[in-house]
């Protein structure tokens, strides 16, 4: 299996290879990239490149709390990319996941252009307020505790399904749960950042490249911050997946990919991806 170590972790990461355009998946907290089960249909026009964030699934969880931060999150998804070669890509993330791809983005002009096209799926940009924010993080202290008390027993629906592991949960779900899921002012990524963890909320007008939004219908938690998003990112575009939730491309996976692929295949080719 490929791995990629990066400050002495080793990140999982699956490359379908073929000539087609790059779409480099993130899945969201508490699942993996066995999420992207579904979309794998897309290689046959299309780069599929998938990977576990640190602390999940087949990707190690390094017991150091201090290993875990926005920081580390977008900079692994570099060196994913370089492991593969990759240049640019179309980046497609779920829930956490395209809120990292966002900040990804927003944190350095070397990283935005190697984002040639955003696929924001069932998420949100953040707060904008701290009190709000204050009451994201409660949520990630809990989180937080629950995996280190039940490790495996803490996983719900899908998420039990992505190849965890006692120690990875009880360890590096639970310090992803404070570090990565929670939003802190004194990340890293945040503490360089124009308004800290609150950049991408107040930037969304910055993300200047093509976005598609993807939401299912049913997703109660997202569906006003993707209308939201939709009328304050420049050149965003929005779809709803009918009869879906949160995982609307486990629930709709044909009609998921036929939305991802048409966008895709609207994008210029601009030559190869390849560094």
């Known amino acids: 299996m490929p791995f990629v170590d990066r400050d002495g972790v080793k990140i999982f990461y699956e490359d379908t290879g073929g000539n087609g355009e790059v779409i480099f998946m993130t899945h969201g907290f508490g699942s993996g990239s066995k999420m992207w089960d579904g979309q794998l249909e897309l290689s046959k026009k299309f780069r599929v490149i998938r990977w576990d964030m640190r602390g999940h699934a087949q990707s190690e969880s390094p017991d150091d709390e201090t290993k875990y931060s ?5 900079d692994d998804m570099a060196a994913v990319l370089d492991a593969c070669k990759v240049e640019q890509a179309i980046f497609l993330g779920h829930s956490m996941g395209a809120y990292d791809n966002m900040l990804f983005f927003l944190s350095s002009p070397q990283y935005a252009r190697r984002m040639k096209a955003l696929v924001i799926f069932g998420s949100g940009p953040g707060f904008a307020k701290a009190k709000a924010r204050e009451g994201w993080n409660k ?5 937080a505790g629950s995996y280190a008390s039940k490790g495996l027993e803490a996983l719900v629906g899908s998420d039990r399904d992505k190849g965890h592991t006692e120690h ?11 570090n ?14 124009p308004d800290g963890a609150s950049v991408a909320a107040t930037h969304l007008k910055d993300l200047r490249l093509p976005v ?3 939401i299912g219908d049913r997703d109660k938690q997202f569906r006003a911050s993707s209308e939201m998003m939709k009328a ?5 575009q ?11 491309n486990e629930k709709q996976p044909a009609l998921f990919n036929e939305h991802v692929a048409r966008f895709a295949g609207s994008l ?8």
């Open 268 to 275: 210029p080719r601009a030559g190869a991806s390849k560094l």
């Open 180 to 193: 990565v899921f929670g939003q802190r002012d004194y990340d890293p990524l945040y503490a360089r950042m």
């Open 168 to 178: 990875g949960a009880r360890v590096g779900l639970a310090h992803s749960a404070k």
């Open 238 to 248: 929005m779809i709803l997946v009918a009869e879906a939730g949160h995982m609307a």
């Open 70 to 74: 926005k920081q580390h999150q977008v």
């Open 139 to 143: 949520n990630a202290d809990k989180l």
């Open 232 to 236: 304050k990112i420049p050149s965003a």
């Open 212 to 214: 598609l939004i993807i």
